[in-house]
């Protein structure tokens, strides 16, 4: 699970300018932290505004929300995130 040493999501090191700070490898729900797999991916969007260097991807599971990602987003995340 990527948890950082204080007990936080680990992130990839700072994105380019105007880009997405991603999870590190393998992804976890941002709510409950339980690893996200094909299966269980309920959606995934990008915090924080597109002028900031701070935008980073938000990803739930399944348990956690009941919005679903659709083909587009769920092909991205696993794009980005490949094992």
Do not use: K
């Not at 991603?22 to 969007?45: F, H, K």
């Amino acid at each position: 699970m990527p948890i950082n040493h204080v007990d936080e999501i680990a992130y990839e090191p700072a994105a380019p300018p105007g880009g997405i700070r991603l999870q590190a490898n393998p992804p976890v729900c941002n709510r409950c932290w339980y690893e996200i797999t094909p299966q269980n991916v309920g959606q995934a969007s990008v915090v924080g505004s597109a002028h900031s260097s701070s935008r980073f991807a938000f990803i739930e599971c399944t348990a956690c929300t009941t919005v679903r990602a659709r083909e587009p987003e769920q092909t991205l995340l696993r794009g980005q995130h490949q094992r």
